[in-house]
DNA sequence: AACCATGGTTCCATAAATCCGAACAAACGG
DNA sequence: CCGTTTGTTCGGATTTATGGAACCATGGTT
């Protein structure tokens, strides 16, 4: 099914920053004859995969999207329950909170709550970063069992450094960013899993490093860690470890 | 293109509530033999349009939509700084907000912001309603001249009652929702446009019927209604027109 | 254990769609 | 207006998709 893979192949150069796309571009980035390019674009124009930005040659993805996102979202109790939990825990604190779901080596966040504190978080859905070097990745990886992980990162040239800080924030219970994806910006993350669907999300809030001290920080990470284990006892996670003070480090 | 379209099809059954699908439905409704239902979702699996959940038979839309819906919201300025002028309401005001976009004669939400008040609101993205039921909807009907409403609605079994509350709205530069889609809850919406791309959409909060005064109400009106007209301003749009409060109706 | 129903998958000959380069059309900028 | 760039259409050979039949997997019943 070439059609099918070639829409797809199209459909996934919006992300990292494309919004927006011509014929001549997909063309060039598929290596796509311009007439393949320009047949095909237009059939998924037709089907509503794609849509014009006004009269222009820019092409983006169609508005069916929304609805598509928001099945995925609504597809799965754990996600759904885990964007409620954090939305409670944003209304608590005020600062921004989401979810995250790991794809491979990376994590994406699925759904997004805007605090009402000083920092404004732009949205960060649709970005993808490296699941290691972000907390809600490090949460969710760290649930994996360790040949999984080391499976997952074999000849990855960090590995070194990646399978201690997984190892530290599977004992933590929780894992927590210092100015690592965003500067001025702290994030924690706690990882719960549905054993039924073999799902896994990272409930995470983030905050300015400056206005949140370590006893404000403790607070929001027992109160996130108590939601999450509310879910992880609905959802019968064996895996599931709650946040631990003992052993403080910033995996 | 028939496998294109086909899979479109298949996408287009996630809505209205359906956020899983065997085979065998799929087969069913689109009225596939299941031969051709089967290896079309397979295909679709692949190219990661489909996915399934666990190891079910049920698919949802893959984790790949996440990504298409951002880039749909980020393609458009228009709709990028509505979303931050709504944001900034709902921080204001504590009530949700969202903005609205209309496709033929629906509404259907782009992005929603949660507030902080007593009012739980379900996020209704991936819920389409009628235009002229909604007050997004409205707000954005009373943008289309008189014509194109007319030709919109032809033959319409309430014609008679859509076009006068439409011109209402018009006229009052904003619409109002009372107990109309959900029971308890009121909506206030105020639309504009890009004439650059020909894009239009709404801007909406929506509170507790029973907490929020009619002076609550109508400052909650004139803050949307500045960052509206701020956005009318910036993106050049002919057609704005300020919330009007001489002249009260609930169109 | 054998059988049945249900849901899903694979096979294969035929029908339909796709492909690419060339020709053509449209849009843009000087 | 003209030249350049971008996008669209055409058509025959090639590739892919199709549906019914056969097969497979799972769970429940006798």
């Known amino acids: 099914m070439s059609t099918l893979t070639n829409a797809a192949e199209v459909l996934r150069l919006f992300g990292s920053g494309c919004h927006a796309i011509t014929v001549t571009e997909v063309g060039a980035r598929l290596g796509l004859p311009k007439a393949s390019a320009s047949r ?50 944003t209304r608590q604190y005020g600062h921004t909170g989401y979810i995250s779901i790991r794809i491979g080596q990376e994590v994406t966040a699925v759904v997004d709550f805007e605090g009402t504190a000083a920092l404004r978080v ?12 972000a907390a809600t990745g490090r949460a969710l990886l760290a649930r994996l069992p360790e040949t999984d992980l080391a499976a997952l990162y074999a000849g990855h040239s960090d590995l070194d450094t990646i399978l201690p800080r997984i190892a530290a924030c599977r004992a933590q219970g929780y894992s927590l960013s210092i100015q690592e994806t965003t500067p001025g910006v702290e994030g924690i993350s706690v990882a719960v899993g549905d054993p039924g669907t073999g799902e896994a999300v990272a409930l995470c809030l983030v905050y300015p490093h400056a206005v949140v001290t ?34 403080r480090t910033t995996p």
């Open 40 to 89: 095909l674009m237009k059939a998924m124009r037709e089907c509503g995969m794609l849509e014009t930005i006004g009269d222009s040659r820019q092409h983006r993805p169609g508005a069916m999207m929304l609805d598509l996102a928001a099945a995925f979202r609504q597809s799965s109790s754990l996600m759904r329950d885990a964007a409620e939990a954090v939305a409670a825990v």
């Open 122 to 133: 732009v949205s960060n859905i649709g970005q993808h970063l490296p699941a290691h070097l």
């Open 214 to 247: 370590p006893q404000d920080r403790d607070a929001m990470i027992a109160a996130l860690g108590a939601r999450a284990a509310d879910l992880a006892q609905r959802f019968g996670d064996p895996i599931f470890r709650a946040p631990d003070f003992s052993n």
